[in-house]
Every structure is written in C-alpha cells, then in structure tokens.
C-alpha cells in the first residue's frame, strides 16, 4: 500500500497508536524504505536522504491536504539526548520534528547539524574585527 492511500483506509488518528509496517518510495530520492531497521513503529522519512511527505498536520493523524516534500532543514537535541530532524515542507511552508531512525544516513544527519558551523551568517574574515568590537583584543591565538 502507498502512502496516499492510508489516509483514505484508517480512521482519523489511526496512526497515533498503531504501528505503521508499510513500505514506501521516497518522493526526493526514489528509494524504496521499509520498517524494519528503523528501530521504531512510525518510519516517517526517507533513511537516505531524510526528506519525508507532508502528510500529518498533527502527528499520526494523515489530514494534511498539502502532500508536498518536506526537506531536512536542521537537527535537534531532546532532554533524553535523543536526536531529531526538524523538516520544513517546500508547498506550503509547515514545520516539523522527527524522531531520527536507527538506520538513518549518518552523514547525512552530520552534515545538516554541521551546516549552521560551515556557513556562517557573517563572513569569517570578520571574526577579528568583530572581537574587537566587542571589547576584546581583536587577535585569535
């Protein structure tokens, strides 16, 4: 069964409570994902490229209308030290959290945490200046 489809066969919040163990082809990358390795109930995103479908408007509920992609644009840390990808959809600009899954692409998930590190919103030729600015000597040593 696709995933379009489970929005017309369960009630609404069917996916809450029960388990979801069916497979589905990632709309950004096209590889095919199935449950197990994911080391939860709820597989919600692609393992390789992260991306997911916009389909919940709260989660497990399937009432989105949208559709559209949602894209990995960050990570976070929960209390408990788990990890999290936060994704935003492309169509209509909705925001999300995910449990990150047991099998998910490793550097994938490195590089969106590392992305805020390597692109700075300034540029790293004023890190100087702006010390100096701050009350500081100005030198990195």
């Avoid at 066969?9 to 994902?33: I, Q, V």
């Avoid at 899954?101 to 890190?127: G, H, Q, R, V, W």
Wanted: positive net charge.
């Amino acid at each position: 069964m696709n995933r379009e489809n489970k929005k017309k066969k369960y009630e609404k919040g069917y996916y809450k409570k029960h388990a979801c163990d069916d497979s589905f082809t990632c709309k950004h990358c096209g590889r095919l994902n199935v449950p197990a390795g994911a080391g939860s109930n709820h597989r919600n995103h692609c393992s390789n490229c992260l991306h997911s479908q916009h389909l919940d408007n709260e989660p497990g509920d399937r009432d989105s209308d949208c559709g559209g992609i949602m894209e990995p644009i960050g990570v976070w840390v929960r209390k408990n030290g788990e990890w999290a990808i936060i994704h935003r959809c492309k169509q209509c600009g909705h925001i999300s959290s995910n449990r990150v899954a047991a099998d998910d692409n490793p550097m994938k998930l490195m590089s969106i945490a590392m992305k805020p590190l390597t692109c700075p919103p300034f540029p790293l030729e004023y890190i100087e200046k702006m010390t100096e600015m701050m009350g500081g000597n100005g030198t990195m040593r």
